[in-house]
C-alpha cells in the first residue's frame, strides 16, 4: 500500500544556498557599497535616505568591491551596521523631541 504524498512536506530536490556573492557585478546596485555609502552620508541630513539603507541591511548584506581570503566579495561589517542603524535612531529620536516640543508650544 503506497502512502499518499504530503503537501507539506518539503521539496525532494534541495534549492541551492545562495551564499554571498562571489563577482562584485553580480551584485545588485542597491546592494553595493557606494551606494549605500552615499545614502549613509546624505541620510546625515535627511532621515529617509538612510531608512532606505536600514532596509536593505534588514533584507540583506551591502557588499564590498574587494574579496576576503576564500575569494568572496566582503561585505560589511557589524560595526558599519551598528552605525547605521544609530545614526538612525538618533536622527529619530531627534526629530520626536522636535515634535513634541512643536506640540507643547501652544499649551
Known sequence: MDTPLNPYSPPEEQVKDR???????????????????????????????????CVVLLTGDVYVDRHDEDGRLKRWSVANKVVAFA???????????????HMTVGL
Open 87 to 101: 545614526i538612525l535612531l538618533l536622527q529619530l529620536a531627534y526629530l520626536g523631541m522636535a515634535l513634541v516640543r
Open 19 to 53: 551564499g554571498p556573492a562571489e563577482r562584485y557585478e553580480d551584485v545588485p546596485w542597491f546592494r553595493r557599497n557606494g551606494v549605500n555609502s552615499a545614502l549613509v552620508v546624505v541620510g546625515l541630513c535627511c532621515s529617509p535616505s538612510l531608512l532606505v539603507v
